[in-house]
């Protein structure tokens, strides 16, 4: 790798773009940043862009864009805002990976976009996979386009298959933590509180994906983003809870040989082997040792207490628009968890009535899924509101 990639990180104040800039800043003369976007998060934007110096930058809330523009007036950095304007920003020829760090269903035309321009895809946006699977790998087949995976499990996944891209996958095994309920029963999750929920034993994430990995939901996204990405079926996609989170995901072959790939809890490692795949670079992040973890653990999901993952199983069977379904239902019912609206095991209740509720469309279009999201969203709202 000789010339310096140029990165556009879309959400990048979040917890992964905050942690990609760490990787460019450890890597100055690998990578460069030529566009960052935020939803709301001015102040940080503006320090970032200082710093990095990009071609342009986007605040997607546009009431947010004079504040913004005004910080950046004395420096050559383009200013954008609005939702269209981070579509767009993804189309200027100067960008060679678009990192998509967008929270949920935001994600999907941003990224539609960048394949349909050309551009190689770091995701760490596991729902434009989710809700329009087969539509986004179709067209990163027909672009040429590459997707590289930032999820732990699915970098994992990918670090085990390089070397290995011809020889068929018999099963894959995604690692989950069981986030801070593990063990825990219905009688216990009837009463617990955001704030509970937000204490992730091992990973510092945002709200939304802390939230989903308590319920379990985050892993039922994941087994639905490997199927796509690794081209599976869904009794190939196997879920084991280690605690630990140490190993961060496992593939077995037609032989019986497994492949694991290992390390301590660090996102930086898995954003950092998707921005410079094939190579990989030195980096000072700490280092595993096996002494201090003497035994590894695993054990079975309760998909009876933790329904969610159970739901995601069940509409990456019916395929169609039922994943979107259950990302847009998610998405909803979790923020009314987290402003206490509902409790922990209604979030499962909801998200099943809503499925059972919605239009099914087996051979969904673009529109088909906008619109489903679109529909979703509403209906969600309104079961929530008959609760409250």
């Known amino acids: 790798m000789t010339e310096s990639k140029r990165v556009a990180i879309l959400g990048s104040t979040g917890s992964i773009g ?10 100055p003369d690998k990578f460069t940043v030529e566009v960052l976007t935020a939803q709301n998060n001015c102040d940080l934007l ?7 110096q990009p071609n342009a930058v986007v605040i997607g809330n546009e009431a947010s864009y004079q504040l913004v523009k005004d910080a950046l007036i004395s420096h050559d950095i383009k200013v954008y805002a609005g939702q269209k304007a981070i579509t767009q920003v993804v189309e200027m020829e100067t960008i060679d990976v678009v990192l998509t760090a967008l929270v949920g269903y935001s994600g999907l035309i941003p990224t539609v976009n960048a394949i349909k321009s050309g551009k ?5 946006n596991k729902e434009t996979l989710v809700v329009a699977g087969e539509l986004i790998t179709a067209l990163a087949r027909e672009n040429g386009v590459n997707i590289y995976p930032v999820d732990s499990e699915h970098s994992a996944i990918f670090q085990c298959l390089v070397g290995e891209f011809h020889n068929p996958i018999e099963k894959i095994i995604l690692t989950a933590s069981g986030g801070p309920f593990r063990g825990k029963d219905r009688t216990f999750l009837e009463t617990v509180s955001r704030e509970q929920a937000l204490r992730h034993p091992n990973w510092d994430m945002g709200a939304k994906i802390t939230i989903d990995s308590a319920s379990l939901m985050n ?10 990405l ?12 280690h605690p630990q989170s140490i190993i961060h995901s ?16 660090d996102m930086r490692i898995p954003i ?5 795949y094939p190579h990989r670079f030195k980096s000072d992040f700490e280092r595993f040792d096996f002494t201090k973890y003497p035994q590894l653990t695993f054990e079975q999901p309760d998909l009876k207490t933790f329904r969610n993952l159970q739901l995601a199983y069940d509409a990456l069977a019916q395929g169609g628009n039922a994943p979107c379904i259950l990302n847009a239902a998610n998405e909803i019912t979790v923020a009314a968890f987290l402003k206490n609206e509902i409790g922990f095991l209604e979030m499962s209740d909801l998200i099943e009535t809503t499925m059972g509720t919605v ?13 489903s999201d679109r529909e979703t969203r509403i209906i969600t709202e309104k079961l929530i509101k008959s609760k409250v």
């Open 18 to 27: 905050t942690q990609t800039l760490e990787v460019i800043r450890q890597h």
């Open 46 to 52: 503006v320090a970032q862009a200082i710093e990095f």
């Open 120 to 124: 190689q895809i770091a995701l760490a």
């Open 219 to 228: 892993k039922g996204l994941e087994v639905i983003e490997a199927k796509w």
């Open 230 to 241: 690794f081209g599976l079926k869904k009794e190939q996609i196997e879920v084991v809870v």
């Open 250 to 265: 496992l593939v077995q072959f037609e032989d019986g040989s497994i492949k694991a790939q290992l390390g301590l809890p």
């Open 272 to 276: 950092q082997f998707a921005l410079s």
């Open 359 to 371: 239009a099914f469309v087996a051979n969904p279009s673009l529109e088909d899924y906008v619109e």
